[in-house]
């Protein structure tokens, strides 16, 4: 009860935006459901796209519109370009070192420039081209076999789990030279299955996020004890990772944990580069790089299976451009598919990656429309919510990639209508890499083989149910039957 009394003397004199009126003691939580994105987006349409709501001790204000965003992301980017300290994080980002977590600092902006500048600039996404074509056409092969496999009568295949194999054994080979599947079977990795257990553990509710006061309660409801066995675990694997790799130097192959062991203790760096930083940077990269691409391009098909015109049209294109004969698309000819990318910024705008941006923090007082924010103000930005946004977007539930024909809206964070990547200084510096595996792998998956439901199911019969958590994930796997074209 102190705590409410201290909060309302705090934040009387504020005129704070409009938002539901909470309940003592846990506020608005109660209100956001088991798809808070929706929930919050439906509540924005009543309350305006700058809304405060009260999450257990934490005041936060929820933008749910492009022009808003852009105030926050662009015109005070400086003010909210922090994050709270949040628990979870902490705990398994070795103190905050990643890029994605920790605060604005000097630390933060180093980290920006060494990533920028060494890990995801354009001279090494070229560098890291064979592994993506090496890993898309065994990706290829694969699907190829099991249409032709005796115990396979009907040609399916569950896209689901071989997308994140792709994405699984890229990133792996991007990130630390290597894969780390079993028997060299396509499969997940030793480090995504540790990954895995990490981010359920993250979406399991967490008192403490809510009640920092109270953060002393997940001691006793065994919480704090399962992060800190799956932190020694992935923090085992990645030590062993490391010291092999320090042993085998001379076979350097350019991935990103060579290029970190460059800078580890460099005397030029203005901040050390440790240890404990580079396995925060490889849990970056790792996660954004499998996570990411396989939910955009898990979700890109089902969209295209739920709209058999569109993929057509993909389709027709591709083959025009590439040649009926040839067995595969390179990367070299992504640039003649003007569809295809217009088909990948509506999987985008419909489907981010995440429902809500990493949430900011106000550095300072301030405002948004016009409504007083208090320092140390949450701020989450539902990007689920603004690409669907009819004011922006015309039909705006619907999949039309035609949208962006004569369009030069994307999603690089130039355009506030578009934002799963962010933007500012907090926009992720690896959509430019995350782009081009996308682009290729759906360019080949397209050309490569046409796609039917299972027998029985139509092309509407598509599950597109929504399962929230960190990211946004498509709750039934995606089985389609594929017909090899070439």
């Not at 999450?55 to 929820?62: S, Y």
């Not at 933060?108 to 920028?116: D, E, I, N, V, Y």
């Not at 065994?138 to 005796?150: A, K, V, Y």
């Not at 016009?370 to 949450?378: F, I, N, Q």
């Amino acid at each position: 009860m102190n705590i409410l009394l201290k909060l309302r003397r705090a934040y009387r004199k504020f005129k704070l935006p409009p938002g539901p009126r909470g309940l003592p003691i846990i506020g608005n939580l109660h209100q956001l459901g088991f798809q808070p994105h929706q929930t919050l987006c439906r509540l924005s349409k009543i309350y305006g796209p700058a809304m405060y709501l009260r999450l257990g001790q934490l005041p936060t204000i929820v933008v749910s519109s492009a022009d808003t965003a852009e105030e926050v992301l662009k015109t005070k980017d400086i003010i909210f370009c922090t994050r709270p300290p949040l628990s979870k994080p902490r705990k398994m980002f070795y103190g905050g070192l990643n890029i994605a977590f920790t605060p604005y600092n000097e630390y933060l902006k180093q980290a920006r420039r060494l990533c920028t500048s060494h890990l995801l600039n354009s001279s090494k996404v070229q560098l890291l081209k064979p592994i993506r074509e090496e890993e898309i056409q065994t990706l290829m092969n694969t699907i190829r076999h099991q249409c032709s496999s005796s115990c396979n009568n009907y040609g399916l295949v569950n896209l689901s789990d071989m997308l994140l194999c792709l994405l699984n054994n890229i990133t792996c080979r991007q990130v630390f030279g290597k894969r780390f599947e079993e028997d060299g079977e396509c499969g997940r990795s030793k480090f995504h299955e540790l990954v895995t257990e990490w981010t359920s553990l993250m979406g399991h509710f967490n008192i403490g996020e809510f009640f920092p006061s109270m953060e002393w309660i997940n001691l006793l409801t065994g919480l704090h004890g399962k992060f800190k066995k799956c932190f020694k675990k992935i923090d085992d694997f990645l030590d062993e990772v490391i010291d092999a790799h320090i042993i085998e130097d001379g076979n350097d192959q350019g991935c990103f944990l060579s290029t970190l062991l460059r800078f580890h203790n460099d005397s030029s760096m203005e901040i050390p580069i440790t240890r404990e930083s580079i396995k925060a940077f490889l849990m970056d990269l790792f996660i954004a790089g499998t996570d990411t691409g396989t939910l955009v391009l898990e979700w890109g098909m089902a969209e295209l299976m739920k709209n058999p015109k569109v993929r057509r049209k993909a389709q027709n294109e591709i083959r025009t451009v590439v040649g009926s004969s040839k067995r595969k698309v390179e990367e070299s000819e992504l640039h003649q598919l003007k569809y295809l990318k217009q088909v990948v910024k509506e999987i985008l705008r419909l489907h981010p990656p995440a429902a809500f941006l990493l949430p900011r923090e106000a550095r300072e007082e301030c405002t948004i429309n016009g409504h007083a924010v208090p320092c140390k103000t949450r701020v989450m930005l539902n990007v689920w919510a603004i690409g669907r946004d009819p004011e922006k977007w015309e039909d705006a539930e619907k999949f039309k990639p035609e949208r962006f024909e004569k369009s030069l809206v994307d999603y690089k964070g130039h355009n506030f209508e578009l934002l799963p990547f962010g933007a500012g200084r907090r926009g992720c510096p690896g959509v430019g890499l995350g782009s081009v595996v996308v682009e290729l792998a759906l360019a080949n998956l397209l050309h490569g083989f046409d796609w039917e439901m299972p027998e029985g199911m139509e092309d509407e019969d598509v599950d597109m149910e929504e399962s929230f958590g960190i990211v946004l994930r498509k709750k039934s796997a995606l089985v389609l039957k594929a017909i090899p074209y070439v």
